[in-house]
């Protein structure tokens, strides 16, 4: 697996505001409605960034939630947050990309943090959350969708510009994640649901 090539370290202290300037609550919106569905649970949150979505939580609504995310700077926005003191919340600085856990939990989500990478990559990270000793009941990944729309086309282009410059950021397109996440999670129970237009989706893969 190659090294760690996004850094959101310079962005950490903006990231959550930009998202609702450009999305309004588009980004977020999909993560609650889904976290609401897993209360008293424990989750996985992937590529996490500040934790912004807890927000609306209370840390006793769910019997754990961990969250993995690379960023030291988004670590530091995340322990700002009041549910970040509680025992049952914890955050680790992990690289997302492997499936290697010695917890099962009941929903993994992957929130707008596949996109970072190309189908094959994304084929990769799938199979090994996917192993054989299953790690999820649920697997929701929330993200965009080829923009299709010439206004979505037109703000994927300068997405993808401004996190090229801030993050290093290396693909210029949005990678076929849920063409990929179809033919690895195949024969799983699916739910998808669509917002912004459709520019964004989650979908959510069931083994039960
Ligand atoms: C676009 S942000 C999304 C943050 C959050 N999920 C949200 O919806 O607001 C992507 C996050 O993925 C993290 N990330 C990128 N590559 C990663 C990796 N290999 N392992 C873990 N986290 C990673 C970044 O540091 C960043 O916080």
Do not use: C, W
């Not at 950490?12 to 609550?25: C, E, N, P, Q």
């Not at 209360?39 to 939580?57: E, W």
């Not at 680790?92 to 989500?109: A, E, S």
């Amino acid at each position: 697996m190659d090294k760690v090539i996004n850094s959101y370290d310079h962005i950490a202290s903006i990231y959550d505001r930009l998202g609702k300037l450009v999305f309004g609550g588009s980004l977020i919106k999909p993560q609650i409605e889904i976290l609401n569905s897993y209360k008293g649970k424990d989750i996985l949150i992937v590529g996490a960034g500040t934790g912004n979505v807890l927000k609306t939580f209370e840390a006793n609504q769910f019997n754990s939630i961990d969250l993995f995310d690379i960023s030291k700077p988004m670590l530091n926005e995340f322990n700002d947050l009041v549910i970040s003191k509680s025992s049952n919340i914890n955050y680790f600085l992990k690289d997302g990309r492997t499936g290697d856990l010695n917890k099962h939990y009941d929903l993994i989500m992957f929130p707008f943090f596949l996109d970072h990478f190309d189908e094959q990559e994304i084929r990769e990270i799938l199979v090994s959350y996917r192993s054989e000793i299953p790690t999820f009941d649920d697997l929701a990944i929330i993200d965009f969708t080829n923009p299709l729309k010439f206004k979505h086309r037109i703000l994927a282009k300068t997405m993808l510009l401004f996190f090229r410059i801030t993050t290093g950021h290396t693909l210029n397109r949005i990678p076929d994640i849920f063409r990929v996440s179809d033919e690895i999670l195949k024969g799983l129970k699916k739910k998808d649901k669509y917002y912004y237009d459709s520019f964004i989706k989650s979908s959510v893969y069931s083994r039960l």
